[in-house]
Every structure is written in C-alpha cells, then in structure tokens.
C-alpha cells in the first residue's frame, strides 16, 4: 500500500503543478515579465520568505578611485525617523525639505550605480514660499560645487543632481528682508 501512496504523491503532484500553471498562465506570464523588467531596470527583486532574490540586494561596493562628479560615500547607518522642520525665531513660515530618487542606468560610471534626485523646499502653506529668497544647498563634500545656491521659486527652489550613495544633506534658507537663514537637514535615501 505504501508502494501506491509514493506512486500517486510522485504522479499527482506533477500533474497538479502543470494543470495549475496551464490554467493561469496568463498571469503567470505577466509577473515573470514584470519581475524581469524589474531586473533589467537593476531594481532588486524579492519574494516572501522563500528567499528568492533576483538582480541586486543592495548597490555593489564600488572599488578604485571615486567618480567625480556626484560621488560620495555610502554612509552607515538607519537614516533619522523624522526630518527636520525649520522655523525662524520668532515664529513665521515654516519649511521642509523633500526629496525623490530614481535610479538611472544612463549615468552610471565606473561601476558605481546612480540616482537622479530631485531636492525641492515645501512650506506648510504655499505663500511661506514667496517669503524665501534662496535656498543654499550644501551636498556631500565629495560633489563638485558641493555648496550650490537655487533662486527660482517657480521650481520650489528645487535642486537636480545625481548620486550613487546616500547622505546627510544641509540647505540655509535665506529669507528675503535679511533674516537670519533657517537651517535644514534631510537624510537623502534611495
């Protein structure tokens, strides 16, 4: 009886697996496709706790001399659970900075993984804005021009540049009429 059992577990099961992937190979044929472009982009890939990792879990460490520019080191670490809000003495507007990454094949360099961010300042209401005259930007100092300097409002006194590591970002922001400028951090994960 044993015999049978083994015999049915080693034939059934076969045939279950390949019944099952006939009928929902549509959807099957959609998440390989997507886990691939995923891959392909360089994005890693994960399944549940089945430990199945596609592409790469983390940036490989680069080796050799640094590129320039936009190069930093990766830093260790968590990154803060808040970012800071500034307010300038005596009460008044209030900032933030925001920031968003995306990875881009296109700029990497000497086997180092880059990022497009995007660093924009945001008030608590829109017309905190139209009281700021420019925001100074003070990257990583292994950036070219690490300290650089955004007038336009239109923008959000948003800053672009590429990165291949994260960092502790500073900016003073210069109100218009002279006041002392409000200093920000933002840790810069992506």
Known sequence: MNDW????????????????????????????????????????FEAGASGIRLGP?????PTGAEPQPGAQPVLEGPPPLAELVGEPAGGGPRFHLVHTARRDSAVDRKGYRYFRLRIALEGDQDSDLDRVAKVVYHLHPTFRDPDRTVTDRST???????????FN??????????????????YLNF
Do not use: C, M, Y
């Open 156 to 166: 959000g006194f948003e800053l672009a540049t590429a990165a291949w590591g994260t």
């Open 169 to 186: 970002l500073t900016a003073d922001v210069h109100l218009k009429g002279g006041a002392e400028p409000v200093r920000l951090e933002r």
């Open 57 to 61: 879990s983390s940036p490989p460490i």
């Open 5 to 44: 059992v083994v015999l049915l577990q080693t034939v059934i099961w076969p045939i279950v697996v390949v019944t099952l992937a006939f009928t929902f190979r549509a959807g099957l044929r959609r998440l390989v496709e997507a886990i691939n472009s995923r891959v392909e982009r360089g994005d890693p």
